[in-house]
């Protein structure tokens, strides 16, 4: 079965410090990752995906992620936390080929501190 | 685009009513899911479709019913409300080409039942 595990409710960070979200992730096969963000009363919004390939993945508003298969994790990454980056982010794995579901964590706050 | 688009988006219901929330897409994406999302659980899969005439369960489809008759609209029917079912309720589409494709969301419908 499918599963995803955000270890955190809530990162705190100091605007301009780097800053990271933590995803672990549990799936038969290759798996298929993918971050979204969500602001206050708002439907959540794709960041960046990792199929296959280099396992930094660079998505929008300057954010990355690094997939490390060993680790089964898909940490989000972003070099310097603006203070318009505080939302829900959430983690969700879809497995192999012919699996259609797409499997969410419950979500980690960020707050940027300015 | 209007990409998806829920009604309603706020809705009140006492307990034993019924309603059905609809999701339309102009897209045409091939896949579209419903999910509810609950308060440090994430966003749990409720059911989903493959296509015109087809769904399947979730995670959590107790309670709940689903019918995709046109490509671009994905119904979810409440037969009886209960307080348990109070929520925010997410559609979501993806393309079918694609296999590993993002999700696109609607705005989400809040539902409160008495």
């Known amino acids: 079965a499918q599963s995803v595990a955000q270890p955190e409710d809530q990162v705190n960070v100091a605007e301009g410090n780097p800053l990271t979200v933590k995803c672990t992730y549990s799936?038969?096969?290759?798996?298929?990752l993918f971050w979204y963000v969500q602001y206050p009363n708002r439907g959540l919004q794709f960041l960046l995906k990792?199929?296959?390939?280099?396992?930094l993945v660079k998505g929008s508003y300057g954010f990355e992620a690094e997939f490390n298969k060993s680790q089964t994790s898909f940490h989000l990454k972003k070099p310097s936390a603006l203070v318009s980056d505080s939302a829900l982010y959430f983690c969700?794995?879809?497995?192999?080929?012919?699996?259609?579901?797409?499997?969410f964590g419950t979500g980690t706050r960020l707050k940027v501190l300015a | 685009n209007a990409g998806v688009t829920q009604t309603p988006k706020f809705r009140v219901l006492k307990t034993g009513q019924s309603m059905t929330l609809l999701c339309a897409q102009d897209?045409?994406?091939?896949?579209m899911y419903w999910y509810r999302q609950d308060p440090g659980m994430g966003l749990r899969l409720i059911h989903y479709?493959?296509?015109?005439?087809?769904?399947a369960k979730g995670e959590v489809p107790d309670g709940y019913n689903v019918s995709r008759l046109k490509k671009q609209n994905f119904l979810l029917g409440l037969e009886s409300a209960a307080p348990s079912q109070t929520s925010v309720y997410f559609c979501?589409?993806?393309?079918?080409?694609?296999?590993?494709?993002?999700?696109?969301f609607g705005e989400g419908s809040r539902l409160t039942v008495l």
């Open positions: 979501a589409s993806s393309l079918a080409g694609t296999l590993y494709g993002e999700l696109f």
């Open positions: 799936v038969s096969g290759n798996p298929y």
């Open positions: 990792y199929i296959t390939g280099d396992n």
């Open positions: 969700a794995v879809r497995g192999a080929s012919g699996t259609y579901k797409y499997i």
């Open positions: 897209m045409n994406h091939e896949y």
């Open positions: 479709s493959v296509g015109e005439g087809t769904t």
